[in-house]
């Protein structure tokens, strides 16, 4: 049987929303989406000393609170269950944007959450190159972080995911794929997401881009 608990996580701007949702149309699936807008986010990207903590305590909270989406009867359902993010991911960030002592309150208030959220049975980490990033970013929106920012960010998923071990593990590279615009390129990711069972796969592709 493929995964029933799909978690999709990336660095900003990979697609990994554009991709939950694909896949929640394609599998059937129950998507969980994180809820937004963060109203903090303008003030993290322009003003960090000032905003990052409260940026960052919003997302926490939000995932938190989305815990009892993921029932167990959906788990088992024909679909399952599809989520744009992984509640562990939220941390990644939080390394990047807070100070020490920012950090280590928000440390206290992960360990408490992080007790009662499932774990996915596959992890789809979605990489792409700091310029294409970037560039993605300034087509959906006119605030965009920096550069050096983004490749900041996309170096601590890599390391964090380099250690990762808590589940099934597919790192895509998606820097010359569109699977949201070339059906091909989406027919092809699917097929490997719904092949990939356990431990660490790379899916490399060569696409449309």
């Known amino acids: 049987m493929r995964p029933r608990y799909i978690a999709v996580e990336g660095p900003l701007g990979v697609g990994k929303t554009a991709l939950a949702r694909l896949l929640t149309e394609r ?3 129950r998507g969980v989406i994180e809820p937004g807008p963060n109203p903090f986010l303008d003030g993290l990207y322009h003003d960090p000393k000032r905003s990052a903590f409260q940026a960052q305590l919003y997302y ?3 995932r938190y609170q989305q ?16 989520s744009d993010y992984l509640f562990a991911c939220d941390r990644i960030v939080a390394q990047v944007n ?19 959220v499932p774990r996915p049975d596959l992890v789809v980490y979605l990489q792409a190159k700091a310029d294409v990033l970037h560039g993605r970013l300034k087509k959906r929106s006119s605030s965009v972080p920096g ?51 356990a431990g660490i796969s790379h899916y490399n592709p060569l696409g449309s881009r």
């Not at 815990?67 to 399952?80: I, V, Y």
């Not at 950090?103 to 009662?116: C, F, I, P």
């Open 60 to 62: 926490l909270l939000s």
């Open 98 to 116: 807070l100070s020490r002592d920012e950090l280590a309150l928000y440390d206290k208030v992960y360990r408490l959450l992080g007790r009662e």
């Open 67 to 82: 815990k009892d989406e993921f029932h167990q009867e959906d788990l088992f359902a024909r679909g399952g269950v599809v």
């Open 147 to 197: 550069r050096d920012y983004i490749e900041k960010v996309a170096q601590a998923y890599a390391e964090f995911f380099f250690n990762y071990g808590d589940s099934p593990l597919l790192v895509v590279n998606t820097s010359e794929i569109d699977y949201v615009e070339r059906r091909p390129d989406l027919d092809d990711l699917v097929a490997v997401i719904q092949k990939t069972r």
């Open 27 to 29: 599998l059937g699936a």
